[in-house]
C-alpha cells in the first residue's frame, strides 16, 4: 500500500508539475476529469492522492460529488483502479481509501443539446404582422390603449406583442394585462435561462439582469455573454420573460422580474458542467427555463445522464430552501417528424413542466410535439406570425422568434409571476396549478378525454393554454400539497411476441389498497413505465396505459423516421394524464405493433410507478439519488415464464396463479371506456388471447401449497425473500466450494466469498436504508432476486470455468474462470440490460452515449486483462510489487 501511495504522490507531483492546477481548469486536451461520489466521511484529498490526481473541488450543489482532474490517459484511470483494489481486497484486507468511492465517472464533452427554435417549414411563408383577413377588434384595441396608458408601457413593439394581448383575435393571448395592472409583475421572482448565453448589456435586460445567478459554462466565464453569431436564442427567450418596460423593444410577461443567463449551449459540454448548470445558484435562480433537448428528429431516444439527473432531483429536494427548483421545457419541434416528447429524458421527468405551443389562432402549429408527459401549452409562433421579442445587441429587437423555444420561457415567466404572489409553493404546487387552472382549447380537434378528476386532456394541447390571470388568482389561495408518496410495481416479466396489427398485447398490474396505505399514497400525480421491448424497427412500436377509470396514455406513438433496431431498453416514459386518480384498481399497459411489414419483437417487462401526494405528510421520505444500477435488477415475483435454473433459489411462483392478465388490448383510439371485446384468436399463433381470469392480485401471489403466515403480501414478500437468499447462499456457497476444491485454491474460499459479498452491497451503496424502502411498496422481493442473481453468477462462473479448468491452474484460476464466465454470460439478463442501459440512446450518435460505450470497452478491457494474467501481464506485475 505503501507503495502505491509512493507512486501517487510521485504521479502527482509530476502532474502538478507539468500542469498547475490553475491551467488544468479547462483543458480536455491534456486533461482528464473525474466526478466521484464518495462516502461521507471520506476525504477527497486522499482519494486525489491515491488516485494521482488532483482534487478540484465539490461538484456543485450535489453532496459528497467531488471533481478530479488528471494527466489525459486513454482509459478510465479510476475503474481500473477500483477494479484492481477489488482484485487486491480478496488477497488482503487493508482498508483503502478507494473503498469510499460509491460511483466514479470519466467525463467527456458531447455536442451541446440542441436549440428548439423554429424548425424549417413545410412551405416558405411571409410574415404580416397580422392576418390580412382579420383586422384589429375596437373593443379589444380600445383595452389595449387603457392599459398602455395605466401602466405607462412606452415600448414601441408592445402593440405587436400579440401573445401579451392580442387585439386581433381577442382572447388568443395569455391574458395577463389585468394581472400586471394588480402590481403582479413577476417582482422579487428569478428565472434563469439556461441557454446560449444572455445580452446582460441589452438595454432592455440589463436593468432585470442578476448576475450572480449567471454563468457561461461553454467559456468558465462570470457573464453569459452571446459569443457565436447564432448566440442569440438565449436573449430572445429572456426577453419574452423579463424584457424590461422601457422604450425599447418590447415588455416581458414578468417585465420586474430578475433574469439570469446559464450559457451551456454553444460549444460540447461534459454531464458534470451541466449538472453545475442545472444547480447553478439554486436558492435564488428558481425557475429554470429551458428550451433545447435531443434532436427533434423522430428518431432519437435519448434522456439525460446519470449526474444530471442526479442534479434534477437534488434541485427539487434542495433548491429554492427546499421547495425545489422549477424547470420548465420547450416540449420539440418534431411533430412533423412524428417526434414525441416521451422519447426525450428532459421533457419526460416529472420533475420538468413541459410546454408546448399553440398559434396566435390557437391552433397546433405543424412543430409542437406532443405527448403524455406534456402538461400545458402556451403561445407561441404559427398561423403565419411569430413571437417579438428582445433580441442581442443594445436596442435590438426579434420579431421571428418561436418554437416550442418561445412557448418554455413564456410560461416560465407567468410561473415567475405566481411566484410573487405565492413564492412559498413547491415544485408541485406549481404543476397542480398549472394543470388545474388551464384552459382547454381546440376542443373539436385534438382528441380530448375527460380525466378522473373532471379535466381534460388532450395529448396535443394537455391540459390546455395557461391563463395567467386564472393560475395567479388560483395561487392566492391555493393550499399547499403534502410531500411527495410513490408506489412502485415490481418487475412483470412479459416475454410474449407482440402480434402485428391493433391488438397488440395487455398486461395489468392490480393495485389493491394494502399497497396504496403501505406506500402512504393518496392520490396520483405522475406515472413512469420503465420498460423493456425488443423489437427490429424501434419506431413500428406504440404502447398505451389505461388506468383503473379508464384513462387512456399514448405513452409511445409509432415514428416513421425511427429505424432503431434496439427496440426500448429499460426507457421510462412518463404520464401527466391521471394525475387526481387513487390509484386503486387494474393499471394495463398495451404495447402494439401497428405497422405490419417484417419487423417484429417482444415485450419484454416492464415496472409501474405511481408518484403522488402522501396521505401521513410525517410518513414522507426522500426519493434516494438515482444510480445507474436502478432497473439492473430485472428479478421479480410476477412472470409469465419460467424462471431461469440459475435463479431457481428465488420463489417461484406458479404461473397459472400469478399470470397477469393477457388480453387483447383497448382500441388505439381516444376513447378510454370501451375496451374492445375480445376479437377471435388472432390467426398465426399470437399469444394466447383472452386470459382474463386470474389476475396477479396482490394476496394471491402466492402458489396455494405455501403458507401466507396470515400477513401481508408485501410481508410475504419479505419472508420469502429472506428465505430465497438463505437459500440462495447457501446454494452459492455450495458452487463456490465445489469450484474451489477443484481449483485448488490457496485462499481462503470462504474469505474470498465475504468479500464479493461486500462488494456487492458497495455497488449497490448509495441507496443504502432509504434506498431499500424505494424499491417499493411492494417491490420488497428485489433484494431477494438480487441475492439469487448471485447465486447465478457462481453458477455461471462455474460453467465458465469448467470450459478451461485445465488452463488454469495456479491461483488466479478463480478470478479468471469468474471473468470468463462473466463474459459467457452475453446472453443472460443481467448483461443484456447493462447493455441495454447504455445504449438507450438507439442510433443518434451524441457523444453521452459515446462515452458510456467507452466505459462499456473499459470494463471489458479490465476483464480481458484479468484472464491475461497468466501471462505475466502488467497485473502481474502489479502483484509483485504488493510482495505478495
Ligand atoms: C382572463 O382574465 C380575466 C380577467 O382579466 C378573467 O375574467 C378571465 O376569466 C380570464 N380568462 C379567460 C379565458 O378569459
Ligand atoms: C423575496 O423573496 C425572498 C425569498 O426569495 C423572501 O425571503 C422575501 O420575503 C421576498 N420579499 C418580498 C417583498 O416578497
Ligand atoms: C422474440 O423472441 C423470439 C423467440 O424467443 C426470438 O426468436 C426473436 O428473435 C425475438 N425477437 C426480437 C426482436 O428480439
Not at 637 to 658: F, L, M
Not at 663 to 670: F, L, S, Y
Not at 769 to 791: I, M, N, P, Q
Not at 850 to 879: F, N
Amino acid at each position: 500500500m505503501k507503495l502505491y501511495a509512493l507512486l501517487g504522490l510521485l504521479g502527482l507531483s509530476t502532474f502538478a508539475a507539468a500542469g498547475g492546477s490553475e491551467s488544468l481548469s479547462q483543458s480536455y486536451d491534456t486533461n482528464d476529469y473525474y466526478v466521484l461520489h464518495l462516502e461521507r466521511d471520506a476525504s477527497p484529498d486522499e482519494v486525489a492522492l491515491r488516485l494521482g490526481m488532483v482534487h478540484k473541488g465539490p461538484l456543485g450543489e450535489l453532496q459528497d460529488h467531488h471533481m478530479f482532474a488528471s494527466r489525459k490517459e486513454a482509459h478510465d484511470v479510476v475503474k481500473r483502479e477500483i477494479h484492481e483494489r477489488k482484485r487486491r481486497k480478496r488477497q488482503i484486507g487493508f482498508r483503502d481509501v478507494l473503498d469510499g468511492v460509491l460511483f466514479s465517472q470519466k467525463q467527456a464533452l458531447r455536442q451541446p443539446w440542441e436549440k428548439r427554435i423554429i424548425p424549417r417549414r413545410p412551405q416558405n411563408m411571409v410574415n404580416p404582422p397580422t392576418d390580412e383577413q382579420e383586422g384589429p377588434d375596437a373593443q379589444a384595441v380600445e383595452k389595449q390603449t387603457r392599459v398602455i396608458d395605466t401602466l405607462d408601457i412606452r415600448d414601441p413593439i408592445f402593440p405587436l406583442q400579440w401573445h401579451l394581448f392580442n387585439p386581433v383575435q381577442v382572447g388568443h393571448d395569455v391574458n395577463v394585462t389585468d394581472v400586471w395592472l394588480q402590481g403582479v409583475t413577476g417582482k422579487n421572482a428569478t428565472v434563469a435561462i439556461v441557454d446560449d448565453g444572455l445580452d446582460m448589456y441589452s438595454n432592455d435586460l440589463k436593468d432585470n439582469f442578476y448576475a450572480q445567478g449567471s454563468y457561461d459554462f461553454n467559456e468558465k466565464t462570470e457573464e453569459p455573454k452571446p459569443r457565436l453569431a447564432d448566440d442569440r436564442h438565449g436573449t430572445r427567450c429572456a426577453g419574452e420573460v423579463s424584457a424590461v418596460r422601457n422604450n425599447v423593444c418590447g415588455v416581458g410577461v414578468a417585465y420586474d422580474s430578475k433574469i439570469a443567463g446559464i450559457r451551456i449551449l454553444s460549444k460540447p459540454i461534459s454531464d458534470a458542467d451541466e449538472a453545475l448548470a442545472m444547480n447553478y445558484d439554486f436558492q435564488n435562480n428558481q425557475i429554470y427555463s429551458c428550451s433545447w433537448g435531443p434532436p427533434d428528429d423522430g428518431k432519437s431516444m435519448d434522456a439525460p445522464g446519470i449526474l444530471i439527473r442526479r442534479a434534477m432531483l437534488n434541485a427539487v429536494q434542495n433548491g429554492r430552501g427546499g421547495l425545489g427548483s422549477i424547470y420548465v421545457f420547450a416540449s420539440g419541434n418534431g411533430a412533423l417528424n412524428e417526434d414525441n416528447c416521451n422519447f426525450d429524458g428532459y421533457t419526460n421527468s416529472i420533475y420538468s413542466i413541459t410546454v408546448g405551443a399553440v398559434d396566435r389562432k390557437g391552433k397546433h402549429p405543424y412543430y409542437s410535439e406532443k405527448c403524455s408527459a406534456s402538461l400545458v401549452v402556451t403561445y407561441s409562433s404559427g398561423s403565419n406570425d411569430a413571437i417579438r421579442t428582445t433580441d442581442v445587441g443594445p436596442n435590438n429587437c426579434a420579431d421571428q422568434h418561436g418554437g416550442t423555444s418561445a412557448a418554455a420561457p413564456l410560461a416560465a415567466g407567468i410561473f415567475a409571476l405566481v411566484l410573487q404572489v405565492r413564492p412559498d409553493l413547491s415544485w408541485r404546487d406549481m404543476q397542480y396549478l398549472a394543470l388545474m387552472t388551464a384552459v382547454p382549447i381546440n376542443l373539436d380537434s385534438g382528441d380530448w378525454q375527460e380525466t378522473k378528476i373532471g379535466k381534460k386532456y388532450s395529448h396535443t394541447f394537455a391540459y390546455g393554454k395557461i391563463d395567467s390571470y386564472g393560475i395567479v388568482e388560483a395561487a392566492k389561495t391555493w393550499k399547499k400539497v403534502k410531500p411527495q408518496a410513490w408506489l412502485f410495481s415490481p418487475w412483470i416479466h412479459v416475454n410474449e411476441a407482440i402480434p402485428q396489427g391493433e391488438t397488440g398485447i395487455s398486461v395489468s398490474f392490480d393495485v389493491n389498497p394494502d399497497m396504496l396505505k403501505e406506500a402512504n399514497l393518496e392520490r396520483i400525480e405522475h406515472v413512469t413505465v420503465t420498460m423493456n421491448v425488443a423489437h427490429t424497427r424501434r419506431g413500428d412500436l406504440s404502447v398505451d396505459l389505461v388506468s383503473p377509470n379508464k384513462v387512456v396514455s399514448h405513452l409511445s406513438a409509432t415514428r416513421k423516421n425511427d429505424e432503431a433496431t434496439t427496440g426500448y431498453e429499460d426507457w421510462t416514459f412518463m404520464s401527466v394524464v391521471h394525475w387526481g386518480e387513487s390509484g386503486l384498481g387494474t393499471w394495463t399497459v398495451v404495447v402494439r405493433d401497428t405497422v405490419e411489414n417484417e419487423h417484429t419483437g417482444n415485450f419484454t417487462d416492464f415496472h409501474i410507478k405511481l408518484w403522488g401526494e402522501a396521505r401521513d405528510a410525517e410518513k414522507a421520505t426522500l426519493l434516494p439519488m438515482p444510480n445507474e444500477d436502478d432497473d439492473k435488477d430485472h428479478a421479480s415475483i410476477i412472470s409469465t415464464t419460467t424462471t431461469a435454473a440459475a435463479t431457481s433459489a428465488t420463489v417461484k411462483p406458479d404461473p397459472e396463479v400469478t399470470k397477469p392478465v393477457v388480453e387483447p388490448g383497448v382500441t388505439p383510439t381516444d376513447q378510454p371506456t370501451r375496451p374492445v371485446k375480445p376479437t377471435t384468436t388472432p390467426a398465426d399463433g399470437a399469444p394466447a388471447a383472452a386470459e382474463t381470469s386470474a389476475a396477479p392480485t396482490s394476496s394471491s401471489w402466492l402458489p396455494s401449497f405455501l403458507p401466507t403466515f396470515g400477513v401481508s403480501s408485501r410481508t410475504q414478500i419479505w419472508i420469502y425473500g429472506a428465505l430465497g437468499l438463505i437459500v440462495a447462499f447457501c446454494c452459492g456457497l455450495g458452487v463456490y466450494l465445489y469450484i474451489a476444491r477443484r481449483r485448488r485454491l490457496r485462499n481462503s474460499p470462504r474469505d474470498d466469498y465475504e468479500f464479493e459479498l461486500l462488494d456487492e452491497e458497495e455497488a449497490e451503496g448509495l441507496t443504502g436504508g432509504a434506498g431499500e424502502k424505494v424499491r417499493g411498496a411492494v417491490g420488497r422481493g428485489g433484494a431477494g432476486g438480487r441475492k439469487a442473481k448471485r447465486g447465478g453468477e457462481l453458477y455461471d462462473a462455474f460453467a465458465g470455468g469448467s470450459d478451461d479448468e485445465d488452463e488454469d491452474e495456479d491461483d488466479d484460476g478463480f478470478a479468471a474462470g469468474g471473468a470468463a464466465g462473466y463474459t459467457d454470460r452475453s446472453g443472460s439478463d443481467e448483461r443484456v440490460n447493462e447493455k441495454s442501459r447504455r445504449r438507450r440512446s438507439g442510433d443518434s450518435a451524441r457523444g453521452s452515449r459515446e462515452e458510456d460505450d467507452e466505459e462499456e470497452e473499459e470494463e471489458q478491457h479490465v476483464i480481458g486483462a484479468d484472464s491475461d494474467d497468466d501471462e505475466g501481464s502488467e497485473d502481474g506485475q502489479d502483484r509483485g510489487l504488493v510482495g505478495r
